[in-house]
């Protein structure tokens, strides 16, 4: 009990300390909203004074309250729910932007990142059990792919695959001519295909990362004892590898991997910009551009609750799976 | 399936794998003991883009200068072909070679001072101290990166590069940080330190000596994993436009030769060079930190071939040969 | 009990070898899309999701919906500068001094509801800008009265002839019957949005939407594309993709070496309308706190002639601009308004010599760098420019080149889009690469008083509304206020030539080059696209208000 008060209270700290991060950073950027918004317009058409001055009006903020009542406000509000107004998407609200965002993210980068743990772990078993053999020499490859920048390849493989060989779309989350979001099947078939690419180009450059850690666990695990004993006892290799070595093997990496499934949020944004995927990464980067305090700070929320979730659930877990993290302190 | 036993070659409790059987070697494989060749190849292709980024841009065309034949293929004049405005590959990708590794090591050795002043001072202090680093580092590590970058580096408004390397910092020493700790824990409570302790000495002194010296290996792990890491980061962040501005880095070429369209008009020369740079050295650096990692755990080396010296293998050969079994590895 | 691994492991395999047949599965489908039936696809600019917001009065109302599904009274054609074309309005007529302006309606129009267009409809629109003047986006100030069902008569306490083409073609005509039961229509979206243009509202989603004809529209016969499809694109290399694979018709993005790009696809085709001015923004005026060497008007000139237009022209904008002139008429189409007395036409090519003869008489002399140098400082210039226009950095660097060939240092600072803005309205800048805003119409008026009255300007460390150069001319002022007095065009155009005469010696904006927007269409389906020669032609970027619906009238079905 003591574990789980400890936890508790660090993930406590830690959500206090982002909200007030995500307080400060927008309101330390130059420029307002206003401006923004004129200066694009000014592109594309007539911006008389008469315009600047009802922009003012309609989405001036209330600078003028000192910065603590308007944190004390940010707080209320976000313990209501409300996560206030978009200026980019005037007049959509935050939390409309942010609902149909992010199940676009979260389906995409979360499968990716599934599979790519799943293959990682399981190559990783099989490099680890098999010292010394063929698929050793096959880790520095993946782990090359994993030194690649993540776009580069994301933009090779998008240019080959969508443009030249033309088997998978080039942008999209689906194709909007034949399916409407919904539970359809014409949805989901589409949903997957155009998300295809994306995942394929995120488990490649990750995989490798599951792999190596993987085969060195393998590796330690393999020379603890209680291997020697089951050898001893006569069990098949087969059992030894799945229920002693691996299953040990890959406590460390399901506490990785929990954490980067918090992350899966956060790294969506280089991927949505290749494939102009409707995620979330997308919506935070036209915030930016745009100076969208509101959104920013609704991302930046949503984003670090998802982190901070996924690492108390994984703590808790991990007390609950390894007995050994609760014996001593 | 058999085993080698190869626990006479090393002493495993031994936080430098130092060998017992030492006698027998010669020259290098004495002081670098268990060094395979992965250090070699990776070191040596580090030196190598490290030169070519320190030494060509003093002997390359200038990487500015503009002229009128456009976007063409690699040629004579211009090894790497031109940019869209006419400007030399090859040339930007000298110094953008050195604006990168620029950011890289400088990102490494920031993170890691803060990953030792967190991680391993405020570990060994103990305390209040200890317990208010560890839950600093594990906050700035649960904040979202990426995200955090953008928007930070959306309000520099130099974007030298400099203050890319230190947005980047800001996101990266906590993992380091608490790598650290955890093996500072386990150093903290080892005898030669209780020893030390005990006879008085300072612990600045303590921490310098018996502490860092045994944390160094993994410490330069995570250093390279922080030089590739920030050079990612900020290619990642020159594609969205939020890179370093006013030098080349990989990152910015990326950036120029994704919005001039490159790879659509064909313009490989221009698209992949950078990218295959950052591998490259990405790939080297894997390389180092694997012979690493080998030195560290010596259960990794003992039970991989290529973590068996030929030598040695050969000698093992003869022996088993002599003893008359026919098990054992075989060069 | 956890599962163990063998368990894990095989559901792990499992949901692998369900995904990858599910995948091979779908590849056997092609990736094209295939496009709606008798309907284009078009993008108004890579942006992200799309949101629902066809309020005509919101600020960041959907630029589509103003033109196809509202419609304005008067269509003003920015392009050629011809006389306003009705739309809701038939005819309108001011009186002697500006201060009363008579509109008379066109008959029969119905809403796409099927309530009659009245006059009650106009007053209502107008009305509500003066009620709220957050929604008052065309600055119209007076009063607005409807005096029968086909006539609306605007008053004005001042002379007003300037503030016409704002209020007749700039202005959203919404139903009252609508528009009167919105609880706030300062935030409302009007997701059901009720006009009188060729189009209505079919469906909507966060990727894409559909406009379908109106069936009720008074051009009779029109429109003859039945659907408009507009999709949600992030970044202009997946707009380039679509427009090359053919997924998408209607497109306004920029694309170097087009002729290259767009080849492998016969079907498609673009047009490079010229109309936006690009300058280096300088500021020019020591006495509102500008510093630097670019407040002497002898530097401004000097860089005006270094320049080389014709190698900035290719190797950043792939040839695609045109020639410019210092008084920032366009060619061909305001040669009446330029005066006689100054110089017509920018040069395409340096003119080295010119610009060493105005910097040594002004006091400067080369060092021994190459650079010149005064008292001691040498003539070094930061050019401002957004991190994301590759184009303009493009061009920044060769013009760098170009200078410094001549003497002058220039160093580039790109900065983010937000930093540029304020340091731009705040005047920290010594040159920024910008173009000048468009007026509602082609009179010169509208490019005069927004960026060279001296009212409109702030000292540096102010926000400027407008004129960010900070020029203070008090001759070009009185000008631009003789200006507004009168309607007549022979008068106005005497002032021109005095306000011309003016900035062409001062240049606070050293012009460049004339900005084409190129727009690039599909012609598998639909013809009738714009193809840059007619000289009746209208601006045909997608993003264009009310122009948006003038070029899909002119289409076809093949």
Redesign the interface.
């Known amino acids: 009990m003591r574990y789980v008060a400890q936890k508790v209270g660090f993930y406590a700290v830690a959500l206090f300390a982002a909200l007030t991060l995500n307080f400060f950073i927008p309101r330390l950027?130059?420029?307002d909203p206003v401006?923004?918004?004129l200066?694009k317009?000014?592109?594309?058409?007539?911006?008389?004074?008469?315009?600047?001055?009802?922009?003012r009006?309609?989405?001036g903020s209330d600078s003028d309250e000192p910065l603590f009542s308007q944190y004390v406000q940010y707080l209320g509000n976000l313990a209501r729910g409300d996560l206030g107004?978009s200026?980019?998407?005037?007049?959509?609200g935050v939390s409309t932007?942010i609902g149909?965002?992010i199940p676009w993210t979260i389906a995409l980068i979360g499968?990716a990142t599934?599979?790519s743990f799943?293959?990682g772990v399981?190559l990783g078993t099989l490099a680890g059990w098999k010292r010394g053999s063929v698929l050793d020499n096959f880790i520095p490859v993946t782990t090359m792919f994993q030194a690649v920048p993540y776009f580069w390849l994301a933009?090779i493989l998008?240019y080959v695959f969508?443009?030249i060989l033309?088997?998978?779309?080039?942008?999209?989350?689906?194709?909007?001519?034949?399916a409407?979001?919904g539970l359809n099947w014409t949805f989901v078939?589409s949903a997957?295909?155009y998300g295809?690419l994306p995942a394929l180009t995120i488990i490649i450059s990750s995989v490798g990362g599951w792999l190596l850690g993987m085969r060195n666990m393998m590796v330690s695990t393999l020379s603890e004892d209680y291997i020697v004993t089951a050898e001893a006892k006569g069990l098949s290799p087969m059992r030894i590898r799945?229920?002693y070595a691996?299953?040990n093997a890959?406590l460390p990496q399901f506490a990785g991997f929990a954490i980067s499934l918090g992350f899966v949020v956060s790294g969506s944004i280089v991927t949505?910009?290749v494939?102009?995927?409707?995620g979330i990464g997308?919506?935070l980067?036209?915030a930016t551009?745009n100076?969208d305090y509101a959104l920013m700070q609704g991302i930046f929320l949503v984003i670090t609750l998802a982190v901070l979730g996924t690492n108390f659930i994984v703590d808790l877990m991990y007390g609950f799976?390894d007995p050994r993290t609760r014996a001593k302190r | 399936m058999s085993t080698i036993d190869l626990g006479q070659l090393a002493d495993p409790n031994s936080p430098t794998g130092d060998s017992g059987a030492g006698a027998g070697r010669k020259g290098l494989t004495r002081v670098f003991p268990h060094v395979t060749p992965k250090l070699w190849v990776g070191a040596g292709m580090i030196a190598a883009i490290a030169l070519f980024g320190l030494v060509f841009p003093f002997v390359v065309q200038n990487p500015?200068?503009?002229s009128?034949v456009?976007?063409s293929a690699p040629s004579g004049d211009h090894l790497l072909g031109t940019t869209?405005?006419?400007?030399d590959v090859f040339a930007q990708l000298a110094y953008a070679t050195r604006g990168s590794l620029l950011i890289g090591v400088l990102v490494g050795v920031v993170a890691m001072a803060l990953a030792i002043v967190f991680g391993v001072i405020g570990t060994y202090v103990g305390g209040f101290v200890d317990e208010a680093f560890s839950l600093f580092s594990n906050v700035v590590l649960v904040i979202p990166g990426l995200p955090l970058a953008i928007i930070v580096?959306?309000y520099v408004?130099?974007?030298g590069l400099v203050v890319i390397a230190f947005v980047i910092v800001i996101t990266s020493w906590a993992a380091s940080a608490r790598v650290l700790r955890a093996i500072t824990l386990s150093l903290r409570s080892r005898d030669y330190v209780a020893a030390s302790r005990v006879s008085g000495e300072k612990t600045w002194r303590i921490v310098a000596v018996e502490i860092l010296p045994n944390v160094l290996p993994v410490l330069a792990s995570q250093f390279l994993f922080a030089v590739i890491f920030a050079i990612l980061a900020e290619a990642g962040l020159s594609f969205l436009?939020?890179g370093v501005?006013?030098q080349f880095t990989w990152g910015s070429m990326l950036?120029?030769a994704?919005?001039?369209?490159a790879l659509?008009?064909g313009a490989w020369w221009w698209f992949v060079p950078p990218g295959l740079m950052i591998a490259l050295l990405g790939c080297a650096l894997s390389l180092m930190n694997f012979a690493i990692d080998e030195i560290i755990n010596p259960k990794l080396r003992d039970q991989t071939r290529a973590g068996v010296s030929r030598a040695d293998r050969k000698r093992l050969a003869r022996a088993e040969a002599a003893a008359g079994t026919t098990e054992g590895a075989t060069a | 009990m956890?599962l163990?691994?063998?368990n894990r492991?095989r559901v792990?395999?499992g949901?692998?070898a369900l995904?990858t047949a599910?995948?091979l599965a779908?590849?056997g489908?092609?990736?094209?899309?295939?496009?709606?039936e008798g309907g284009i696809t078009a993008n108004t600019g890579?942006?992200?999701?799309l949101?629902?917001?066809f309020?005509p009065f919101?600020?960041?109302a959907d630029?589509t919906s103003q033109g196809l599904l509202y419609e304005q009274l008067f269509y003003y054609n920015v392009l050629t500068g011809a006389d306003p074309k009705p739309m809701l309005g038939e005819d309108y007529e001011w009186n002697d001094d500006g201060t009363e302006l008579t509109v008379d309606l066109r008959t029969g129009v119905q809403w796409s509801d099927g309530e009659d267009f009245t006059a009650d409809d106009v007053a209502y629109t107008f009305q509500t800008m003066l009620d709220k003047?957050?929604?008052?986006?065309?600055?119209?100030e007076g009063t607005v009265e409807a005096t029968d069902d086909d006539t609306v008569v605007f008053t004005f306490d001042d002379t007003s002839f300037v503030k016409g083409p704002?209020i007749l073609g700039?202005a959203a005509i919404v139903p009252e019957h609508v528009f009167s039961k919105l609880s706030d229509i300062?935030?409302?979206?009007v997701e059901k949005p009720i006009g009188t243009g060729p189009y209505m509202l079919d469906?909507f989603?966060?990727?894409?939407y559909v406009y379908k004809a109106n069936p009720n529209y008074w051009q009779s016969g029109k429109p003859e594309v039945k659907s408009i499809?507009y999709?949600?694109?992030?970044?202009?290399?997946?707009a380039?993709?679509?427009i090359?694979?053919g997924?998408l018709d209607w497109s306004s993005i920029f694309?170097?070496?087009a002729d290259?790009?767009l080849g492998s696809n016969p079907d498609v085709s673009y047009v490079a309308t010229p109309l936006?001015q690009i300058t280096l923004m300088t500021c020019s005026n020591a006495d509102l706190g500008c510093t630097g060497p670019q407040t002497d008007p002898a530097v401004r000139q000097a860089i005006y002639k270094a320049m080389n237009r014709d190698?900035l022209n290719?190797?950043?904008f792939s040839g695609t601009n045109k020639q410019i002139s210092p008084t920032f008429m366009t060619l061909g189409r305001d040669d009446d308004y330029i005066s006689p007395d100054v110089e017509k036409e920018t040069p395409m090519t340096a003119d080295t010599e010119g610009a060493d003869a105005l910097l040594q008489s002004a006091g400067y002399a080369k060092g021994s760098d190459g650079i010149y140098a005064k008292d001691g400082q040498k003539l070094q210039l930061e050019i401002q420019v957004v991190?994301?226009y590759?184009d303009y950095?493009?061009a920044i660097?060769?013009m760098?080149?170009q200078l410094r060939a001549v003497g002058i240092e220039i160093?580039?600072?790109?900065?983010?889009?937000?930093?540029w803005?304020?340091?731009?309205?705040n005047g920290q800048f010594q040159l920024t690469m910008d173009?000048l805003?468009?007026?509602?119409s082609t009179d010169p008026y509208?490019l005069y008083n927004g960026n060279f009255d001296s009212t409109?300007t702030s000292p540096v460390g102010e926000?400027a509304?407008?004129n960010f150069a900070r020029y203070s001319n008090p001759t070009v002022d009185a000008a631009i206020v003789a200006a507004e007095q009168t309607d007549d065009v022979a008068a106005k155009t005497e002032q021109y030539f005095t306000i011309q005469k003016e900035i062409v010696k001062d240049m606070p904006y050293i012009p460049v080059l004339l900005q084409s927007t190129l727009t690039e269409f599909n012609s598998a389906k639909v013809t009738g696209w714009p193809t840059g020669d007619d000289d009746t032609e209208n601006f045909p970027a997608t993003?264009?208000?009310w122009d948006n619906a003038q070029t899909v009238l002119n289409l076809k079905l093949k």
């Open positions: 950027l130059p420029g401006d923004i918004l200066a317009m000014q592109q594309k058409g007539p911006v008389s004074e008469a315009t600047v001055t009802s922009l009006l309609l989405l107004i200026v980019s998407y005037f007049p959509a932007i149909q965002a499968i599934i599979l799943v293959f399981g933009l998008l969508g443009s033309r088997v998978f779309p080039l942008s999209g989350g689906y194709n909007v001519y034949e409407t979001p078939q997957v295909l295809t799945q229920s691996a299953r890959v949505e910009q494939f102009s995927y409707p997308n919506a980067f036209t551009q100076n799976i | 500015q200068a503009i009128d456009g976007l869209q405005t006419g400007q580096s959306s408004p130099q974007k436009g939020l501005s006013g950036y120029f994704q919005n001039g369209l659509r008009l | 956890p163990s691994m063998t492991r792990g395999f949901a692998i995904a599910a995948g779908l590849t489908c092609t990736a094209s899309s295939g496009g709606d890579p942006a992200g999701d949101t629902a917001n309020n919101s600020a960041t630029s003047p957050e929604l008052n986006r065309v600055g119209f704002d700039q300062a935030t409302d979206p469906t989603t966060p990727q894409s499809r999709i949600a694109l992030a970044n202009n290399t997946s380039t993709d679509a090359v694979g997924d694309i170097p070496e290259k790009v936006q190698q290719d190797l950043a991190t994301g590759s950095i493009a660097d060769a760098a080149e160093t580039q600072s790109a900065k983010s889009y937000n930093e803005v304020a340091a731009r309205n173009s805003g468009q007026g509602p509208y409109t926000q509304i407008n993003w264009k208000t």
